[in-house]
């Protein structure tokens, strides 16, 4: 449940009044343990849970002395005096010894940004182990004062294999999380904050803190960069719209009629289409691709445009004619996406009760009344969430987009900044980076708005949907 | 029990992770040198270059360490086409290979990015000496207003040419663009020149035009610090208007790549066209000895015949600047581009040489590719001080041409228009 603002404050405060009247009222080996960690437990028979306590601020000092300290100094310097990250310059100079130039290496903003996060979680988790340590030894104090005996470090060993073993489970994969998701993801968070792109790609160049101008850019300050913007999250909308309920609604309708009684041989239906998963999907996708190469000959065309001419005798110019490209990529992806969703719809279209439609059909409902009274809403409520999380996928669907078409056509007229006509924010995104101009700045920006959409619609839908709203009634 | 196994789950997950994230592939080991000699080094350099050089280079490194006794030398291989080789060095520099090959007009990012040593010393004054001059200018950029050299010239043959095939067109055809698609509409055949999708062969026909020119001022560490173009005044206009009337010709197949070039040319849909040294094997293939080149032809611009004038680039060889071995990287480069190199190189792949020995020797004189390469060589713009955001809007340029069923109906201020657009993405 959310606290509110104020209890929030109200429990700070207490926790505050704890911290600091635990001081005071504290004896000397309480008082001791908020500077030396783990004096309180040495003191009072917890000696080896004590020395662990010692070690951690030893190890947290001597990281912060040898290592960190450095990098979070060099952090904070640009980013108070808006200036650049790191101040040394890499230089070469002309070694006549070894007859080669050499490099005198400088700062590399890139790493005080990912070392400065790495050391300000560093510091997070040091203060809240701080904290209960300190916690533990004004616990520990009152143990002693009541006269029993304080837990040993044999039970505090067993306790972690039974009691707490939530803690000793999670804390591998939660160190794993922190390490490969938190930090770098945090990291890539400040580069939308500096002007980090190819001119000033390190380790060679420093790059300097610019604070909301990249935002600014893209969000009006430069039309030709927002218009594009604009145009470039338009076709992404439409797109993430169109593939999820085409293929939503494509596979529920497909395992309808694979579940009509009069159809036989099921299971071979079901079989061939799910077949189709099992080809990889970046593999059916280039061959689609391939396939939908248009030429400016019908030889040198694909087999699917040239089908196309021969039988209805119109070119069919994808990758050429921007409405074409968008149409033939929400097509394909059906073809490659309806199987998944008739496979979902096919087990919950099993687990509707029977009765529902008995009774229906006894009330004289056909089967379109069925369909919009009992299938649909049922499948509604079930698949809700899941139409979400593809919504939200299809936002960032980059395989489809980047291997069918990769973005082309470009269009000079309306997009700027290397986004082509069927480019996604997330395929932008891509070539923004790994493109010429390693715009890593804008690239950053992007994924920030793109995360900022995929959130507020994700939680508008899901409060909306009848997942969540008729929670109670439908079962 | 079941505690264990979950501990040891979530043990496992965290290696997993651990162990996408070590481990390195791409390379492959050739230690060529085994015995080790007393009082030697011993090196071990990393040399990327493409799929097509691999077996050459390791030959050419083979001799070096042969050449070398006194030390021992393991070499590593990466496949990068010189195309790219850029992107990836520049994904991490400082692990990136010793020694590698790349288009010479990626040099000026490179050289931002640090991840080119300079040349200097008694090496430089080698190059400069034994070098054609475009070649030694491709690797040239000026810093702080001095000239500084920053690779090693290796191939002088990036650019496009004319391939046709000689019994449906006469080499007079060949002179002129206009005579050329006139005799392959009668023909019912195509061009093929990729004036579409791609800026590198449309950029000719604006070439054709000297007046027509981008400029770009670099700041001293090589920042693009004002980009000028003048595509969108009245003679940029005139070419539009010739690229419309070719588009709507009917013989010019401009939405191709290499794949559809060889496509048509194996099905007889295509009698000529325009691409470059890459393509020569699979073309010879198909046209045999009916296949013969030439220089790029003459077009119809603003009512006059001018003559195409297309990009000159070059493939070089550069030396990591984070190279740990940069003394050894710096000797092998220099190894890998000397003469009897750059002869083995045009003997086996038929690639064009920038020593001026070698150019000048009978055997590339007489080889008939090499010789329109190099003749184009003389008036060609070499490959350098491009604008980094020049490439995609000219990709897009003639898309109104392809896409609509007749080039000829586009209007002059849409042309008008594109061209505005174009040099407004482009300046700075």
């Known amino acids: 449940m959310p606290m509110d603002l104020g209890s929030f404050f109200k429990r700070l405060g207490r926790k505050c009044g704890d911290f600091f009247g635990g001081f005071a009222r504290g004896d000397l080996a309480t008082k001791g343990s908020y500077l030396v960690m783990g004096f309180g437990h040495i003191r009072r028979g917890q000696a080896a849970r004590g020395l662990m306590y010692l070690l951690v601020e030893i190890a947290f000092i001597a990281y912060l002395a040898l290592f960190g300290g450095q990098y979070l100094g060099k952090f904070f310097y640009g980013f108070f005096t808006g200036g650049s990250v790191g101040t040394v310059e890499t230089h070469d100079f002309w070694n006549d010894a070894t007859g080669v130039y050499e490099k005198i290496p400088g700062d590399n903003s890139f790493k005080i940004i990912l070392y400065g996060v790495l050391t300000i979680c560093i510091i997070v988790f040091f203060a809240i182990i701080y904290l209960s340590s300190v916690r533990e030894s004004r616990e520990l104090e009152r143990t002693v004062l009541a006269g029993k005996k304080p837990q040993g470090f044999r039970q505090d060993l067993r306790d972690l294999g039974d009691k707490k073993f939530h803690l000793t489970m999670l804390a591998l994969p939660m160190l794993g999380l922190f390490l490969f998701t938190v930090v770098p993801l945090l990291t890539m968070i400040l580069i939308a904050f500096t002007n980090y792109d190819a001119s000033t790609e390190v380790p060679q160049h420093l790059f300097r803190w610019v604070g909301f101008a990249n935002f600014g850019d893209i969000l009006g300050g430069n039309a030709a960069m927002s218009g594009t913007f604009l145009r470039v999250l338009g076709w992404t909308l439409v797109w993430a719209f169109f593939a999820t309920f085409t293929n939503y609604f494509g596979g529920m309708i497909l395992a309808l009629l694979i579940n009509q009684k009069v159809v036989k041989h099921k299971k071979l239906f079901r079989t061939i289409f799910v077949a189709t998963i099992a080809v990889p999907q970046f593999v059916s996708l280039l061959i689609m691709s391939k396939m939908l190469t ?23 110019k994808f990758g050429v004619g921007i409405t074409v490209t968008r149409v033939c990529i929400i097509l394909v992806n059906m073809w490659i996406g309806v199987p998944y969703s008739m496979l979902i719809c ?14 229906s059909r006894i009330d004289g409902a056909g089967p379109v009344a069925t369909f919009f009274y009992i299938t649909l809403p049922y499948m509604l409520f079930v698949t809700g969430p899941y139409l979400i999380t593809q919504f939200i996928g299809n936002i960032n669907n980059f395989n489809v987009i980047y291997l069918l078409s990769g973005g082309a056509p470009g269009d000079l007229l309306r997009y700027t900044d290397g986004a082509k006509s069927t480019d996604l924010l997330i395929t932008w995104l891509y070539k923004l980076s790994l493109g010429v101009d390693r715009n ?15 959130a507020t619609m994700s939680l508008l839908v899901y409060n909306k949907s009848s997942a969540v709203q008729k929670e109670d009634e439908f079962q | 029990m079941r505690k264990r196994i979950a501990l040891a789950l979530s043990v496992l997950m965290l290696a997993a992770l651990l162990a996408a994230c070590g481990g390195k592939s791409g390379t492959q080991s050739d230690s060529s040198q085994t015995a080790q000699t007393s009082g030697g080094q011993s090196y071990t350099l990393t040399v990327w270059c493409s799929e097509e050089d691999q077996a050459m280079t390791k030959e050419m490194c083979n001799a070096y360490a042969a050449a070398h006794p006194e030390n021992t030398y393991k070499f590593l291989y990466g496949v990068q086409g010189e195309n790219d080789a850029a992107d990836k060095v520049l994904n991490d520099p400082e692990s990136g290979p010793d020694v590698f090959a790349f288009a010479s007009d990626q040099i000026n990012k490179l050289i931002q990015a640090g991840a080119l040593a300079r040349v200097g010393g008694e090496i430089l004054t080698d190059l400069q000496n034994v070098n054609s001059e ?3 200018d491709a690797c040239t950029v000026t810093i702080d207003g001095e000239n500084r050299v920053y690779a090693y010239p290796c191939t002088g043959d990036n650019t496009y040419f004319l391939y046709y095939d000689s019994t449906k067109l006469s080499a007079d055809d060949v002179k002129s663009l206009d005579k050329m698609l006139e005799s392959a509409k009668k023909q019912d055949k195509l061009v093929a020149f990729r004036l579409y999708d791609d800026g590198w062969y449309l950029s000719s026909f604006f070439f054709a035009d000297p007046e027509l020119k981008y400029s770009v001022t670099y700041s001293d560490d090589l920042t693009e610090k004002s980009v000028e173009i003048n595509y969108d005044n009245a003679k940029g206009l005139e070419v539009m208007k010739a690229l419309r009337g070719y588009f709507a010709s009917g013989a010019l197949s401009a939405n191709v790549d290499d794949s559809k070039v060889i496509a048509g040319v194996q099905n007889g849909s295509i009698i000529a066209a325009v691409t470059g040294t890459w393509m020569r094997s699979s073309i010879q293939n198909v ?24 990009y000159f680039g070059y493939k070089l060889l550069g030396v990591n600047g984070y190279s740990q071995n940069k003394g050894e990287a710096h000797k092998l480069a220099q190894w890998l581009t000397n003469e009897a190199n750059q002869t083995k190189r045009f003997e086996t792949r038929g690639l064009g040489p920038t020593n001026k020995a070698v150019m000048a020797s009978d055997a590339v004189k007489n080889d008939a590719v090499i010789s329109v390469v190099l003749q184009q060589a003389e008036y060609f713009r070499t490959q350098k001080g491009v604008p980094g955001s020049y490439w995609t809007p000219m990709a897009s340029l003639t898309k109104q041409f392809v896409e609509s069923e007749d080039p000829a ?9 594109l061209l505005d657009a174009l040099c407004k993405q482009i300046r700075k």
């Open chain 2, 134 to 136: 475009g070649s030694v």
């Open chain 1, 346 to 359: 096919s087990g919950i279209l099993m687990n509707i009760p029977a009765e529902l439609y008995e009774s």
């Open chain 2, 409 to 417: 109906t586009v209007s002059d201020a849409t042309l008008q228009e």
């Open chain 1, 294 to 316: 248009y030429g400016d000959s019908l030889e040198m065309s694909g087999i699917i445009v040239q089908m196309v001419s021969r039988i209805f005798g119109a070119e069919l």
């Open chain 2, 287 to 310: 046209w045999g000895s009916n296949m013969a080149v030439a220089v790029l032809p003459t077009a119809t611009i603003g009512g006059k015949q001018v003559q195409l004038n297309g």
């Open chain 1, 440 to 454: 890593y700045k804008l690239a950053s920006v992007i994924g920030i708005l793109v995360f900022l959409i995929s």
